[in-house]
């Protein structure tokens, strides 16, 4: 099941908004904003479904406790971070939701 939506990124695994990457990096901020007081940034790889690295790398809210070196499903658009942090307004254009165990792909 892959999909494009318009602007999307030929080739990246996507289950509608949802892509998929590899945690490789974390970013330290010692002085942030307010709404990013207690997030943790991550460095993301988009990969493909191979899971060959595709694309640049990102940063990424994580909203589920990734760790590095783990294959995570993300969105994109500042909204992809609201359902998580609902009575704050994020400034992200990526947020991590998931962890992914394995994929099956048919």
Known sequence: MRGVRPGGREGL?????????????????????????????????PVDKNGSNHGKPLVAIDAVGAGAGETVYWCRGR??????????????????????DHIDLV
């Open 79 to 100: 909204e992809a971070s609201m359902p998580w942090y609902p009575d704050q307004e994020v400034p992200t254009e990526a947020t991590i939701v998931g962890i992914i």
């Open 13 to 45: 695994p996507q289950f509608g908004t949802m892509q998929i990457g590899r945690v490789s990096g974390s970013v330290v901020c010692t002085i942030k904003i307010d709404p990013l007081e207690g997030k943790k940034l991550l460095v993301i790889q």
